[in-house]
């Protein structure tokens, strides 16, 4: 899959636990403005998502994003939530 998709949709990819809670790897959304209104957006479409997006890092386009950050037409959104290991 390409980091852009077309025609200013947003692609929001979950890894790890923000993926077992949405149920799907990759969501597909209209266009956004704001990280945070694309994260309110996955929200609404997947319910089990939001204990996980409150705590989860962002990242746009490889690069930690805050919640305000503006998101350019077919941008990338990655969701990555608290991890533990060792």
């Known amino acids: 899959m390409p980091d ?3 025609g200013g949709q947003v ?3 979950y ?5 077992a809670a949405a149920g799907v790897d990759t969501d597909l959304l209209g266009a956004c403005d704001t990280v945070a209104e694309a994260l309110a957006a996955a929200v609404a479409l997947r319910p089990a998502l939001a204990p ?3 705590v989860s890092t962002l ?4 690069r ?8 350019e037409p077919g941008a990338l959104l990655e969701v990555l939530p608290p991890f533990a290991g060792g």
């Open 4 to 6: 852009e998709q077309p």
């Open 59 to 62: 990242l746009v386009g490889g």
């Open 11 to 13: 692609t929001v990819r």
């Open 64 to 71: 930690r994003a805050a919640r305000e950050d503006r998101l």
């Open 52 to 54: 996980v997006a409150e």
């Open 15 to 19: 890894w790890a636990g923000a993926r």
